[in-house]
């Protein structure tokens, strides 16, 4: 073969394309043909999680103003990022949550899903000891949970499993070490994982272009050698597809795929964060323009499932239903001091005898002192 | 230097402290740049770096991105080129991706260079419980830290100790990591003379006098290890109360004097209890002082388990009664 | 289980002492999976993974990308699925970044799901210096991870016991560090049952009975800690030698008693002498003994420096020379 | 703008492409115009160092194999990669160097480069004292060099300096977090830093296709909005050609630039290793076909500015300087033992006086003992 003389010594080497999916515009009006699995059922089902992830939320910032919930992470505004994950996972398939994933909570960790989410941010350990088996505890390291996640669907694999494992992560996570090592080996391992990113703009106050360069998140795959996507992440049927897109590459052993959704934080990082101080109120206004729910509702409309009826019971039951969940989780006693050392080890040893007798010393005092 | 926009005394907590010493360092000192998650736009998300990128611009105050090695490995590469980076972990309990940096860079560089190099720069975290955070927001692992040389490791406790210990910290010519016990960030404040007065970073600080027992604590443990004094006081007990403020390298010197007139000696600290500071201290105070102790050592810390989530983590911090017990053991005991 | 494809017993030293019970372990449980650096097709760099990925499997013994917080974190993963990751850090010098998946995430999943979940992983590394290695080849950092709740912390010093100690961290249903002494990987050999008969994990071993003295060691120092007993037999003073093989949990009950006997006691490790196991050991020894010790507790570790590079390596570990200096010590000053 | 519907909701999103670089082919014939930059004397300069680099490595593993060096870290075959680097850069440059960069020291760290790299791996801390004081000394944890080349080319940046960072970084040191972690900021923060990485097809025993899944690790730049691009890691104009191509890029204030250099591992990983224990000699006899320093020597032969007495003449001085260098090496005696203390803290601290005690104490042993 004889190649052209150059200058520059350059030669072409590779091209790469990522592609980006979404089915509903802000409107709530197609862009693509209605996908299979969106009957009206299904979009339905989904709505009525999206708001009942909304309702929660509102009503887990309102303890916390009360004094009663901790620092809770807010989902507002990536509701259909939750309730997609929810939808799409099989009841066997791995979860590996990072902190902001209520509405994969509301549908996938049973009937006292919500009153386990108070509980967890209210401050008690318990809260983790429900859900599938299989399914991670929330994670708040930043970006271990990829990793974690990466090793359980090694594990199926060994194993000769079908299922998935589901990870998410933020954008900011997506600049901390562990993503990239373990999207890195999900490409060489061929692993049947999906990232999930919720690109909701912001890291606490850092805006996702002061986190990384690229022009999407999605592209981070590239390296990796693993299939990148980008999805409208206000767009629960976008999701969903991406989601479903990955599981067939997994079962047919193509490996991993990273989902870029991109989302907007519309309330504050935390409770005890104030977005006002680091992001401007047109800003936030725009984005409410974009809101995943409003969206689904004017579809719904249009498609003539939905009225201002339901609409209005759809309300009251998510209210009855978050009530209930918070009186179930206000009522729940706190666990004994001893708890502290129920699970340290499975195997109690001896040497730790001294520990609980130091603290029964000190619960003396503390019960004799008040 | 003195900036003169600068007030010359301001009354204020730990962390108006921290965040005026940062002002001070920064107008004094070109050199000195501040870098983290959140620090810039934000001010820190305890407000530590408040109004410094508004003063020095994003140049010299940099929002990084997330990744804690990230942040502790760009500071090594800056320091090495003359810069005084001040960098910011947001919790202590995502400082374990620092360590790689901080313990076979930051503190190796002058000594694997043979003096060629340096590595002087400051790592900030705000540490400890009490604050009802969420998980991995409360913890105490400086023990961890002080284990490896070519470090020093400094925990102030009051408004005043924190802004000459920073500012100390930050012209000192080798990694610096200081630990901001976040309990007291906003507890009592002090007038503090923003006079660009460095605090000396190897010398405990002997709080309170007194002759029959000696108190050693750092951090938030010394607001109550302070009323635990008081409680020894009217039980006619005169305890000296010292804040080690330096844990690496730590001033024995001025522990064993102490132990040595008094005779007894009570540890108290918020990490786990095994394999912590308080065993060094514990241990040196024995093997020094043997002839002169009256009775055993006591070590108050948290209990070997996990800092329980909120609910429970008073069960897990001590307290003054938790000291006050430990004193009076040694009464007993003798 | 026994594989009747594998030895009854071995005549082998440290390090095929733990690949006889890697062997072992792989053959008896399906479970079982090996993952690190070169630990497949190379069989280890030391060669402790020899022979399992012939007999086992790319897909049971994997050769992981370069990165030792995926290597942690995957077998995290891995663990929370039903397998017994053993993990291999290549150098302990390099487990740094390990730390936020062994102390966040392994020490904790029991706890943190109330026992839904678990981390039945463990975590080896070779440790130490004497074999003239590079920079970061000879580092003993286990008191950083002894401080960890929820860990358990192994260091064999003989063949026999690296093997039963080994099959002990493999069926341990938590996360277990075990540590391997490389300067005694090839020393003294012993003939290993491979019984599969597995160690207590936190029982010390008293190695040598005597009253008058006890030294505490444990890893590559177990040797030297031997030697120095037989000089003291030669002045007439009978050592008794604790090999403390489980760090964490740690078995002072062993340790208090025999020091109760002897009333001296003397703390041999490789680590930088300040904040490291032995300063936990000699407080709890103090703390305890206050009536019975004769004399101060002596420590004799490495400096509080970095380990120099090879050239001086000796000048910085401790020998036999430096254990009877301080046991002598212990006897001029009562 | 009205939008065909799909069935999928894809659309396109973006698009990359990749360049490699090469000028000589590995018979030394042009594959492209000769660059500028590489004079004739510039040519001989080149194949002069690679030799001496050569010489010297195999020198150093003679040495170590007689027990008169530690461990050592072959060159072998990749000698274009460090004298590219040490011909490219400039005398105020940032060299961030990892282990294996010895041809690169001999260019740039003056008389007595060799000894002090023979000193490095005979175990003296000595050895780091000499060079460009700007420079880092050798790295072993695997790719934490390149965050500190960041934080380096971030220095210079908020001084307003023009000068350039250079990093290098094995194959196997890219997947590590702190590669991806620094690769990213200096995407965000457009540093002017040069990541170098030596393809050498292996990381100790583990080969570059289960590193990554990725068809190049010049794409691992993509996911960091990075330039990325590919070279011919056995032609030393390639690599040098990439340099300076990146170096215009950072003083345009266009940022950093990734740089895979294919390249491969004649020898061992180091002398503790045997290679022939995970790797063919059918791969290896392959590879010498392709080395870098025959290569060159076509090429001069070819423009007649080389002849067999001058490379006689060659080899014999580079011999002999390297025997010298040796002799120095050897000759250097050992640092006290005091001197593990004396660049511990700047300020000695006085807490620290018991550990001198107890080193004398300890040194009277030995003396008393010997
Ligand atoms: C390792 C680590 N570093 C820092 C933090 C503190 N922190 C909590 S959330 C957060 C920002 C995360 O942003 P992103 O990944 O975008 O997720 P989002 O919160 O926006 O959903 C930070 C810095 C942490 N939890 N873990
Ligand atoms: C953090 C870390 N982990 C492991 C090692 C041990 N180690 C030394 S070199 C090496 C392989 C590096 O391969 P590569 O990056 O391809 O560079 P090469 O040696 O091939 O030039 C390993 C695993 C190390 N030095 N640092
Ligand atoms: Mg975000
Ligand atoms: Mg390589």
Redesign the pocket.
């Known amino acids: 073969m004889t190649r052209a003389m150059t200058d520059s010594g350059h030669r072409p080497l590779l091209d790469f394309h990522l592609e980006s999916i979404q089915f509903l515009d802000e409107s709530g009006a197609w862009l693509a043909n209605r996908p299979g699995f969106a009957s009206d059922n299904w979009l339905l089902k989904a709505y009525r999680y999206m708001v009942l992830c909304r309702v929660f939320d509102h009503k887990a910032v309102a303890l916390q103003r009360t004094g009663q919930l901790g620092t809770f992470?807010s989902a507002l505004g990536q509701e259909a990022f939750g309730v997609a994950i929810g939808l799409a996972l099989h009841k066997d398939d791995v979860f590996v949550p990072?902190?902001?994933d209520h509405g994969a909570h509301l549908l996938r960790s049973g009937a006292n899903a919500m009153a386990n989410l108070l509980l967890y941010w209210g401050g008690d350990e318990s809260a983790s000891s429900h859900g599938p088996p299989q399914d991670f505890p929330v994670c708040?390291?930043?970006?271990?949970q990829v990793t974690h996640a990466a090793g359980a669907a090694a594990a199926l694999k060994i194993k000769g499993r079908e299922q998935l494992v589901m990870v998410t992560?933020?954008?900011?996570?997506?600049s901390?070490g562990d993503f990239f090592e373990s999207l890195n080996v999900a490409g060489v391992w061929q692993l049947p994982l999906i990232i999930l990113v919720?690109n909701?703009q912001?890291?606490?106050s850092v805006p996702r272009e002061k986190q990384c360069a690229a022009a999407s998140l999605a592209q981070k795959a590239i390296g990796a050698g693993v299939h990148g996507v980008q999805v409208d992440g206000n767009d629960v049927l976008a999701i969903t597809q991406a989601i479903n897109e990955a599981r067939v590459r997994a079962n047919d052993h193509k490996g991993a795929t990273l989902i870029e959704a991109i989302t907007y934080?519309l309330g504050d990082?935390t409770t005890a964060d104030d977005a006002s101080r680091y992001r401007c109120q047109q800003e936030v206004k725009q984005a409410w323009l974009k809101e995943p729910i409003k969206r689904l509702q004017s579809l719904l409309l249009d498609l003539k499932i939905w009225d201002g009826e339901q609409e209005k019971a759809l309300l009251e039951s998510c209210a009855a239903s978050v009530e209930s969940q918070v009186q179930h989780y206000l009522q729940t006693p706190a666990a004994s001091p001893q708890s502290m050392f129920d699970h340290l080890y499975a195997d109690w040893p001896e040497a730790m005898n001294e520990q609980l007798d130091r603290l029964a010393d000190k619960l003396e005092r503390i019960d004799g002192g008040s | 230097m003195a900036d003169h926009n600068m007030p010359q005394q301001v009354e204020g907590g730990l962390l108006d402290a921290v965040n005026l010493a940062l002002h001070y360092a920064m107008a004094s000192d070109d050199s000195v740049v501040v870098l983290g998650?959140?620090v810039a736009t934000n001010g820190g998300v305890f407000r530590a770096t408040v109004g410094l990128k508004e003063k020095f611009g994003f140049k010299r105050v940099m929002d990084t991105p997330?990744a804690?090695a990230l942040i502790t490995g760009l500071a090594v590469g800056m320091a090495s080129q003359g810069l005084k980076p001040v960098c910011e972990i947001?919790?202590m309990g995502?400082i374990f991706?620092a360590f790689e940096h901080l313990f076979c860079h930051a503190a190796r560089l002058r000594n694997r260079t043979r003096g060629r190099m340096s590595c002087p720069m400051v790592l900030r975290a705000p540490y400890g419980g009490g604050i009802h955070a969420p998980e991995?927001h409360s913890e105490s692992t400086e023990a961890l830290i002080a284990h490896i040389p070519g470090i020093r490791v400094v925990v102030p406790s009051s408004p005043a100790r924190a802004y000459g210990l920073l500012l100390a910290a930050i012209r000192d010519p080798d990694p610096v990591v200081f630990l901001e016990p976040k309990r007291i960030y906003r507890t009592s404040k002090q007038v503090i003379n923003n006079d660009g007065v460095a605090l000396p970073l190897d010398r405990c600080f002997t709080l309170r006098q007194g002759s029959d027992i000696s108190l050693i604590s750092w951090g938030a443990c010394i607001p109550d290890t302070l009323l635990a004094a008081d409680v020894l006081q009217q039980q006619g007990i005169a305890a000296e109360v010292i804040d080690v403020a330096t844990i690496k390298p730590l001033d024995m010197h001025t522990i064993l004097s102490s132990v040595v007139t008094t005779g007894r000696c009570v540890i108290i600290h918020e990490a786990a209890r095994s394999f912590a500071v308080g065993a060094e201290i514990s241990a040196q105070v024995s093997e020094h002082c043997f002839l002169n102790l009256l009775a055993p050592v006591q070590r108050v810390g948290g209990f070997d388990t996990h800092m329980p989530y909120f609910k429970n983590e008073h069960y897990y911090l001590p307290n003054s009664a938790d000291i006050v017990a430990a004193a009076l053991r040694t009464f007993k005991e003798s």
């Open positions: 992470p990072y902190y902001r708040v390291p930043i970006a271990t992560i933020g954008d900011g996570g997506t901390k919720n909701n912001y890291a606490i934080r990082h | 998650e959140d997330l804690e947001q919790f995502f991706p991995h």
